[in-house]
């Protein structure tokens, strides 16, 4: 009550204040005062406690503008020496606009980058700039921003070309970079200079102010209040439900507000929760605290003083306003940056700009984005200013960094995050490493925080506590840093540079020591490891850190004393780790094939080894570039190449490649997954350049510089394969009867994959520096062996190929010489293939190929082979030749040890018996050959006579081995093994290499005798023996395709000689298997000599016949009788608005709704669907009560959601997983008696009048006497024949009568939200509504797919109309007969106007269709208790007739005034309907006066007609064809011109509709009459009400723009409409209504039927009957739902040029709208398929079951 009471005395306090408050005054008498600083703070002392924090919930309107007047005007009359609003305007004139941009992007804008000019990927546009720059039309990025960054327009630094769009192009006057501050006067200069500092002095003061109680110096208010607040404080560790939850108990609020709460302090990092006395807030505090301090460190919580509150908010608010001033010029941005820069009194680091950043993480996150924003604004849009914070920023980046590891909010929030903006700048990060050694400091803070080390100094990530884990991801954001310094490479070097760079990597060695070598593994014998070890650390370090070593070569590659510095550090790091190499490892010597070798004893299998080894990675990268740059040739001098040690270079790398080659034999099974994962890494593309592929290098490198049987025998002795291989008799098999099979099979699995390293070692020749190639054939080979695998859709190819630093993989400078790019169709994505004359660059043992990609592209290359009958063969490719440097490594392939391995295998090859030998080992074995062969010829070819051929492998082939053994050669065994029997896979192989050496043998022969000649020759005749083979192959599959076509005509022969032998079984089978109507009656006799008609006396009667159809549960025959069993179609009810002409309308109330007559607007519908499957009604009541036991089995044990809800009786159809929530009896067709009377128009209405008042009265005698008032009423006349009370017998058997029940109780259910109630009155209005709603979709789908009327519908379709035709003409058999009848006169008396029935509705509020079906259906129940013989079909002609004229005149008032289009000339037909159309539109006129316009042409009021009851006319078709079976004439089963007239035969209409009028002219004039006067119409056409005019419209979704960055856009600017101004998190689109939504979050959640929901899905209720289809907009994902409990996401209908979605912008590549894709999910709308595509994406993907759709 206190709080209340001050708050009414505040303001009249503060107005007399702000009467005697004079801004001028105040402002001149600060100009006087020497000391503006006490000055200004006593006034603040004074004002601000009086405008702040005076209540419970801060009111910021009113402050802000209180704030304004008394406290900012005085400063910017100060400022200015004048009023504000034209010293300013001044200021602005004077000012040269920047050329930088310098947008801030807010959340979720969209930003562009240029991925051919941009310098690295952190220079983006903002959308208004990037559309006036060049880069649009270039490969651009296109990704949502997280908020904070800015725009890089203006600035050169950041764009290779192109770098300022039309607005920022600077202006050739400006050239010459005056001073801003020239402009402006010098005491203008100093008056900035006062206010500045003193301003940004109190904000900094205020905010960085840390007691809670007591304010600065200077700011004491005059007056202290006991009054405080309790202020919570953002913490990242707490979730928002413990939050709630917490703050319920602690403040006692109600939920809603605790979540307000809670958004307040996420978003922004404190919020008030309590306004009080001092104890009272403690209270909350100690509450607080309790609650929370249980799993974690509790909230922070403060009680403050009001006035500490009022001051830090008038902080934030003067940091907004020097924001806001020095936009308006930059002179007075360049004085602001001045006093913030400026030295205080304490000197080092005591500027206001160094005091801010160093409290950093001390502040609250609101107070932080604030002052992040004017540095960006100020600081950082000054390039002076910006070079000065920057040398600040280094300076004290260690302090920063420790802050922010310790502090626990995101980095989006801390200082460090400006690192980007400076360290991107190419000239500022170069002058920061020479100036401040910023590349050193960046490094040593990194590894200082990684303390855990083991003995050797090396990392240890064992047994990270979550605390250290914690701090471990945030340690990484260095590594951003260090990317962002070295992304740009220099392109010249000072001596200054060079020498901190080289620091720089002395540190980033000491980093990789720590590395070399960290998680070693051992292999685990005889029992499974226990506990799997941590590997994930090490590997998010290597992966972190792949980008810096990649960088760090190129940088190295610029310049060659620095790579010839870098080559020496590294080895000499290498060396230091080695240092303890051969400790404990004994000498040995091993012998082979005549060589002997010393290396030492060790078994990978046996003691530790370790997959990190950074180090010799590094090595092998800079040894490369020392061939690639050359610098091996030119200085060798310089190099320390003598000093290297080959054997110990190649030693890690090589244990770790055998350590792969083990755990692909399975001998590491013991060790988990731990080791699997880590092997998977190691050759995983994000990690492989500088892993796998560096090993790699290494060992090509150790190798090219030592003998190559000695580097052959060390690899087979760490495979441990050595005494295989080594003892004298191994060809003969050493002896192996006694050995174990799995070690036999882990033998042959190590002989394979050490003939694959060898294979590498030698054929790995793409990289630059290695083989003599380009820097793109690496990638064009890396394309070229994806697409050998299958065609990949771009996003597939570009995962599969490394990203460098700048997130580009290359790929498409070269991906068109690859390969072709295929279209995708309406689903799927577009495919790259491989160009057919690629195809012979397959290496089958490409290095980067796991297993199952090998064995993959050898299937498709072989299949691919055979289609073109080609040999199936994959040989080697010719491959480039080798760099000087590596050049040895050739003689691999020729020296004695390799020689001697290939003979053994081929050998043990020859003897299939024994399997110590493997198929696959033998395809290698020959693919070796064959590229020692190739490399002979490669060398033959290209060499000039003079200069002998030093390869000679063919030769060394055909030796036989030394004496003692006398084995065969190598030439003489693939003789040997051509034609073996067991080897026919490898024969075609065998075949090219002997062809090969034969080519080689005459290439030698031949330059021998003569110079070289070309060997075309033999190759000549062998083509031709292909070509033959090639014709006589295509001649034989010719003769087969005859002999098939032969064949096949004999039998369909055959088959027509039977059915006519016997033509009567087949005619009664075929007769009983045609269960639908309307197909086999086409031609039937009693339709082919009238024409057909479907409604009236003259209507066609089908030809009877039985209906038989089979259960698909039980699989039964049954017929469909009215006496026999029920058979039902399973079928699904659903509300709609799909056809709604009004979403304004505000839901009924469901138990007072009357839903007789249906608004023409069909706000709401009930849709029926079916998939058309027929069961038993028993059958499927049985399977649905064991669906509902099921259910109830399951909620005990797992609370899941299906797909389906049970309790509102869900099911899925037993056949086809349909959804579905009721079933439909099926019924034979009703049998209009033939009967004799066939009353005209006139007669009828007379009878119908004398039946109606004979009900009148027989119901009211139903109703207690005590409602009727006493009339006397004279008895009228009833017709004899017409019995009131006669009760007619049910035709129905009790199963149909439940199932009739079922159905309709069910539609009752859904269309009205109501509980069911089977005696309610509603039943059968909602199924007759039903009905004619479902038609209405079906003719609007019809028509929007251009399909003809009949005969293109679904049988599913087919059956669920004629079914429910007929059962709206049975469905009065279940209901109470006076009900209905009731309903029957309600009806009619909206036709023909009746006394006794009030409030009938205007003509213009009732839509026809709905009403003719309802009348027609309900007919039935009036015509049983009629035995006049009046016909049926009689009744139904003249009830159409007259609704159609109603239609007429609905049509006539709606029509708008007509449009002024060329009249066209009419025929005689067409004068006689235009003339009858102005004679009905004129007497229309008279009844209802002026509202109606006056048309003067008939043609636009016939046209007017014609085509507004067109939709009505097609809808009535399909209904008395379903409910009569009369098939329809086959002019409307095609889309033919003269339908109108064929419809209006077939509806016994005449083809001149107004005839219908003035045909009965003096008996439909009085109702006319009656129509036009009811009150409504007036109202109505006067714009009272909703006013349809027809035809109307199909609703389509709504329209999409083209690109898809313009939603972005749209999204970006969208503000949460709840929590004032505040960004939407997931702003969502309606694409039924085009409303935003803010989705998925606290703020906009609503409370709908006693749940909280998400605004999406409150949303669909309102404007979807629960169905609704959204577009995530920041996903670029279209969202389904249905219900509270249903939904799925669907493909968006935006793809790239790639034919691809991008669900989630992860890519970032520009999206355009697909046509078809966004048709096909309206389609899936229209149909009402939307939530039967849901369950079917429930059932198929388990995980959308348990997303909570009601939140989104």
């Known amino acids: 009550m206190a709080a209340a009471e001050s708050d009414r005395e505040v303001p009249s306090a503060l107005c007399t204040e702000f009467l005697n408050f004079s801004v001028k005054d105040t402002a001149s008498k600060w100009l006087q005062v020497t000391d503006l600083y006490k000055e200004v703070y006593h006034h603040l002392a004074r004002y601000v406690p009086k405008i702040y924090c005076l209540g419970p919930n801060l009111n910021p309107q009113s402050e802000d503008l209180l704030a304004q007047m008394l406290l900012q005007a005085p400063l910017e009359w100060y400022l200015c020496g004048e009023d504000p609003s034209t010293g300013l305007a001044k200021l602005e004139q004077n000012n040269q606009p920047s050329q930088l941009c310098g947008h801030v992007f807010k959340v979720g804008e969209p930003t562009y980058s240029c991925r051919e000019c941009a310098a690295d990927p952190t220079c983006v546009l903002c959308m208004q700039c990037f559309l006036g720059s060049v880069h649009k039309e270039h490969r651009y990025r296109m990704t949502t921003s997280g908020g904070g960054g800015f725009c890089d327009c203006g600035d050169t630094e950041a764009w290779k070309k192109g770098p300022y769009c039309q607005k920022h192009e600077p202006n050739i006057s400006d050239s010459c970079q005056e001073d801003p501050l020239a402009h402006l006067s010098t005491d203008m200069i100093a008056r900035c200079y006062n206010v500045f500092s003193v301003v940004l002095k109190y904000a900094v003061d205020m905010l960085t102010w840390d007691k809670e109680d007591e304010l600065p110096l200077g700011l004491e208010p005059p007056d202290r209040s006991d009054t405080y607040y309790c202020m919570l404080f953002n913490d990242e560790v707490h979730t928002y439900e413990q939050v ?316 060659e004393r620095v790579l010839i510095e870098a080559y020496k550090k590294c080895l000499t790091a290498l060396t230091h780790c080695h240092s303890g190499f051969a400790d404990g490892e004994q000498p040995i010597t091993l012998s082979m094939c005549g060589h002997s070798v010393d290396t030492i004893r060790y078994c990978v299998s046996q003691e530790k080894v370790s997959i990190h080894l950074p180090v010799s990675r590094l090595l092998a990268g800079l040894h490369v570039l020392l061939s690639k740059m050359e610098v091996a040739y030119r200085f060798p001098e310089q190099l320390p190449l003598s000093e290297l040690s080959p054997p110990m270079l190649i030693e890690h790398p090589l244990r770790c490649l055998v350590l792969c080659a083990q755990v692909h034999a399975g001998m590491w099974r013991r060790n988990g997954f731990s080791l699997v994962n880590q092997i998977y890494y190691y050759h995983n593309v994000k990690c492989r350049v500088e892993m796998f592929d560096k090993d790699l290098i290494m060992l090509q490198a150790g190798a090219s510089m030592m003998d190559p049987n000695h580097f052959l025998i060390i690899v087979l002795s760490r495979f441990e394969l050595y005494h295989i291989f080594s003892s004298a008799d191994c060809r003969k098999r050493y002896n192996r009867e006694n050995a174990n099979k799995d070690v036999v099979q882990q033998n042959n ?608 379709q087919d059956d669920c109309l004629s079914s429910l035709a007929r059962f709206g003409s049975a469905c009065w058999t279940a209901a109470c007969q006076p009900t209905v009848q009731g309903h029957f006169i309600r009806l009619l008396a909206a036709l023909i106007p ?86 009905l539109y004129n007497t229309l006129r008279t009844h209802v006066g002026s509202s109606l316009p006056e048309v003067g042409s008939g043609w636009h009021l016939w046209r007017c007609v014609k085509t507004g009851i067109l939709p009505y006319l097609r809808g009535a078709a399909l209904f008395f064809h379903h409910l009569h079976g009369v098939p329809a004439p086959p002019e409307l089963h095609a889309l033919c011109p003269g339908q109108w007239e064929v419809l209006c035969g077939y509806l016994s209409l005449p083809s001149n509709l107004l005839q219908l009028f003035h045909g009965q002219q003096e008996l439909l004039e009085p109702l006319l009459h009656g129509w036009c006067t009811h009150p409504g119409i007036q109202q109505t056409l006067q714009g009272g009400g909703v006013l349809v005019s027809f035809p109307r419209e199909s609703n389509s979704l709504i329209d999409l723009p083209d690109d898809y960055s313009a939603l972005i856009n749209q999204a970006s600017s969208f503000t949460c409409p709840k929590s004032g101004g505040d960004k939407s998190r997931a702003p969502t689109l309606c694409l039924v209504c085009g409303s935003m939504l803010c989705s998925q979050s606290y703020c906009c959640q609503t409370e709908l039927e006693g749940e909280d929901v998400g605004a999406c899905t409150a949303h669909t209720f309102a404007c979807g009957a629960g169905v609704g289809i959204f577009l995530r907009v920041r996903e670029s994902q279209v969202l389904f739902l249905a219900g509270k409990t249903k939904g799925c996401f669907y493909a968006p209908p935006y793809l790239d040029d790639y034919g691809e979605t991008d669900q989630g912008l992860r890519r970032g590549n520009p999206l355009h709208l697909c046509h078809e894709r966004y048709r096909k999910i309206q389609k899936l709308w229209r149909q009402h398929s939307i939530t039967e595509e849901i369950g079917h994406a429930q059932e198929a993907n388990q995980t959308l079951v348990g997303i909570d759709w009601q939140h989104l």
């Open 1394 to 1479: 009746d006394p006794q029935v009030e409030a009938s509705p205007c003509i213009l509020d009732v839509d026809m269709l709905h009403l003719l079906v309802s009348v027609v259906l309900s007919y039935g129940s009036v015509h049983s208790q009629d035995s006049s013989g009046l016909s049926v079909d009689a009744v139904q002609l003249h009830l159409f007739h007259l609704i159609t004229v109603a239609h007429m005149v609905q049509i006539l008032l709606t029509s708008g005034p007509e449009e002024v289009t060329m009249e066209q000339e009419s025929g005689e037909a067409e004068r006689g309907e235009e003339e009858g159309a102005c004679r």
């Open 749 to 1356: 699995t190590l002989t394979e994959e050490m003939l694959h390293l060898i294979m590498m070692v030698v054929g790995e020749r793409f990289e630059a520096g290695i083989g003599q190639v380009e820097g793109c054939d690496e990638i064009k080979r890396e394309i070229l062996h994806q697409l050998c695998i299958r065609p990949m859709a771009h996003s597939e190819l570009v995962k599969a190929l490394p990203e460098n630093e700048n997130k580009e993989t290359g790929m498409e400078r070269v991906i068109d010489c690859v390969a072709s790019f295929k279209k995708p169709g309406v689903t799927g994505r577009g495919l790259y293939e491989l160009r057919p004359e690629c195809a012979k660059q397959f290496n089958l043992y490409f290095h980067h190929y796991s297993r199952a990609d090998q064995s993959k592209a050898e299937e498709a290359q072989r299949k691919l082979k055979r289609q073109n009958g080609e040999d199936t063969a994959l040989p080697p490719p010719v491959l480039p030749p080798f760099c000087p440097l590596f050049a040895s490594l050739v003689n691999i392939l020729q020296c004695d040890v390799l020689l001697g391995m290939l003979g053994a295998v081929l050998q043990w090859a020859v003897e299939p018996s024994a399997g110590h030998w493997s198929e696959s080992m033998l395809q290698r074995v020959l693919h070796l050959i064959g590229m020692a062969l190739l490399e002979e010829q490669q060398q033959l070819e290209n060499s000039s006579e003079d200069n002998d051929v030093y390869f000679n492998f063919t030769l060394k082939m055909s030796r036989p081995g030394e004496a003692p053994s006398n084995t065969a050669s190598v030439l003489a065994l693939l003789e040997n093994l051509q034609n073996a029997p067991h080897l026919e896979v490898h024969e075609g192989m065998i075949r090219w290499l002997l062809k090969t050496v034969a080519g080689i043998k005459t290439m030698r022969e031949r330059s021998a005798s003569t110079s070289t000649v070309t060997t075309s020759g033999s190759r000549g005749q062998e083509e031709t023996a292909c070509d033959k083979d090639k014709a006589e192959r295509k001649r034989k599959a010719e003769m087969a395709r005859l002999r098939r076509e032969k064949v096949m005509a004999q039998m369909s022969e055959m088959q027509r000689h039977f059915i006519n032998e016997n033509k009567e079984l087949f005619q009664q089978s075929l007769e009983e298997l045609d269960a639908s109507t309307s197909t086999s009656l086409e031609h039937s006799p009693a339709s082919s000599d009238a024409a057909l008609a479907c409604v009236g006396p003259r209507r066609s009667r089908p030809r009877e016949k039985r209906q038989v159809v089979t259960c698909i549960l039980c699989q039964e025959e049954q017929e469909i009788r009215a006496d026999g069993k029920a058979m039902v179609l399973a079928a699904f009810v659903q509300r709609s608005t799909v056809m709604s002409k009004n979403r304004t309308r505000p839901p009924h109330d469901p138990k007072r709704y009357d839903p007789l007559f249906m608004h023409p607007d069909l706000s709401f519908g009930t849709h029926t669907g079916s998939c058309g499957h027929i069961m038993h009604s028993h059958c499927w009541q049985r399977y649905f009560e064991a669906v509902q036991a099921k259910e109830q089995r399951r909620q005990q044990r797992l609370r899941v959601h299906t797909s389906y809800d049970v309790g509102n009786g869900e099911f899925l159809c037993p056949l086809c997983e349909c959804l579905s929530n009721t079933v439909i009896p099926l019924l034979p067709r009703t049998m209009g008696s033939s009967s004799c009377e066939q009353p005209g128009l006139g007669q009828w209405l007379k009878t119908s009048g004398q039946q109606i008042k004979a009900m009148h009265s027989a119901h009211r005698k139903l109703q207690p006497v005590s409602t009727v008032e006493e009339t006397v009423e004279e008895e009228c006349p009833v017709p004899e024949v017409f019995t009131v009370d006669y009760i007619p017998t049910n035709p129905y058997s009790s199963t149909i009568k439940e199932m009739l029940a079922t159905f309709g109780t069910a539609t009752y259910k859904v269309g009205l939200k109501v509980h069911p109630n089977e005696q309610d009155p509603r039943i059968p209005i909602m199924c007759w509504s039903s009905c004619a709603y479902t038609i209405q979709s079906i003719e609007r789908l019809l028509v929007d797919e251009k399909k003809p009327l009949f005969g293109s519908l679904p049988c599913r």
């Open 244 to 559: 709630i939850y917490t703050l319920q108990k602690a403040v006692n609020c109600t939920q809603k507000e605790a979540v307000s709460f809670a958004t307040t302090v996420d978003r922004d990092g404190r919020k008030s929760v309590r306004f009080g006395d001092f104890a009272f807030c403690e209270l909350a505090k100690s509450v607080i605290v309790r609650n929370t301090s249980r799993q974690s460190k509790p909230l922070r919580v403060q009680v403050m003083h009001s006035s500490v509150v009022a001051h830090q908010c008038f902080a934030l608010k003067a940091l907004h306003w020097l924001g806001h001033v020095i936009g308006y010029s930059d002179a007075l941005r360049r004085i602001l940056c001045q006093v913030g820069l400026e030295r205080g009194p304490e000197g080092e680091n005591s500027s206001l700009v160094d005091t801010l950043m160093l409290c950093d993480s001390k502040m609250w996150k609101g107070a932080r984005n604030v002052y992040h924003q004017l540095f960006m604004s100020s600081l950082l849009m000054d390039l002076k200013y910006k070079k000065l914070f920057a040398i600040q920023f280094a300076k004290n980046y260690e302090r920063l960094q420790s802050d922010y590891v310790k502090d626990d909010h995101d980095r989006e929030f801390s200082v460090t995050d400006l690192s980007v903006q400076m360290f991107t700048v190419p000239s500022l990060a170069r002058m920061l490493i020479t100036e401040e050694n910023l590349m050193t400091t960046i490094i040593r803070t990194f590894v200082d925080h990684l303390r855990h080390r083991d003995l050797q100094g090396r990392f240890q990530f064992e047994r990270y506590t979550a605390q250290q884990a914690f701090k471990f991801r945030r340690v990484q954001s260095l590594i951003g840093d260090l990317k962002y310094v070295l992304i740009s490479r220099p392109t010249e070097w000072s001596d200054q540079l060079r020498e901190k760079f080289l620091e720089g990597l002395d540190t980033f060695l000491e980093l990789l020591k720590c590395m070399q070598g960290m998680d070693p593994v051992v292999r685990q014998v005889g029992q499974h490891i226990e506990m799997e070890p941590e590997w994930e650390a090490a590997f998010t370090l290597q992966m972190k850190l792949t980008h810096i070593i990649s960088m760090i070569q190129e940088w190295c590659a610029t310049d």
